[in-house]
């Protein structure tokens, strides 16, 4: 479906039922989720979701990811305080990942770094961005 | 080792070799990779790499995936002209997923739009953001 309906005219609208059918999922119905700072344009973290957090999120506002070390729904901020409010939710040409466009409150990292791509790479070494953030 | 080097000081370095080798793939040898347009922020697409093509991307700063389509390396632009070259090569605190900023030349979704995020999704319908360019 996604090869008939990217030749679609802005302002076109898709039921959300049939799009979501057709998104592509891994084997564990999962797909990858980018989270970054609608206003500053900052990637925060990239996480997984199911179909479930999904709708959830889009109902609620509040992010909800699939956490896969805890096999677990995992709503952003519930015990650290740090939610994401979703701005928007955008997928992308083959279906295959989502972006959300979300206010993020304090950091989105689990090391209270902001973000969570805190390492960069060069052809021999990798060094640290940031440090964690020890007040909020 | 990511749980040992998320406490590391701003400024840290770690050998290339030994982050790799830590980094999480999954059963193809895959980890996603975000591009974000570095002076702008958009994020333009999701896709894959693999040891081989992070090591490719870094010494010759044009970016390089693996096409789980085609099953074999993909130099963006290599046939379209719409290379992405690479600003910057960063990892997440659990080296599950990379952030290239990238300057992309024209456009990097193959539908011809600037950004391969191009569907909105709210609790009933998705919405078409925006338009084929048709001229470059």
Same mark, same amino acid.
């Given at each position: 479906?996604?090869? =008939?309906?990217?030749i679609l005219s802005a302002g076109s609208s898709l039921d959300l039922d049939a799009f979501? $059918?057709?998104?592509?999922?891994?084997?564990?119905?999962l797909?990858?989720?980018?989270a970054q700072q609608h206003d500053t344009g900052?990637?925060?973290?990239?996480?997984?979701?199911?179909?479930?957090?999904?709708?959830e999120?889009? $109902?609620t506002k509040q992010v909800c990811y699939w956490s896969r070390s805890r096999q677990t729904y995992w709503r952003k901020g519930e015990s650290s305080?740090? =939610?994401q409010k979703l701005i928007a939710m955008r997928a992308d040409c083959d279906g295959d990942a989502l972006l959300l466009l979300v206010d993020q409150k304090g950091p989105a990292c689990h090391t209270n770094?902001? $973000?969570c791509f805190f390492?960069?790479?060069n052809e021999t070494v990798v060094s640290v961005l940031n440090d964690v953030d020890s007040g909020l």
């Open positions: 479906m996604f090869k =008939q309906w990217e979501l $059918s057709n998104i592509i999922v891994n084997e564990d119905g797909i990858p989720a980018i900052e990637v925060l973290m990239m996480a997984w979701m199911n179909e479930k957090s999904i709708r999120t889009l $109902s305080g740090h =939610q770094r902001r $973000s390492y960069e790479a």
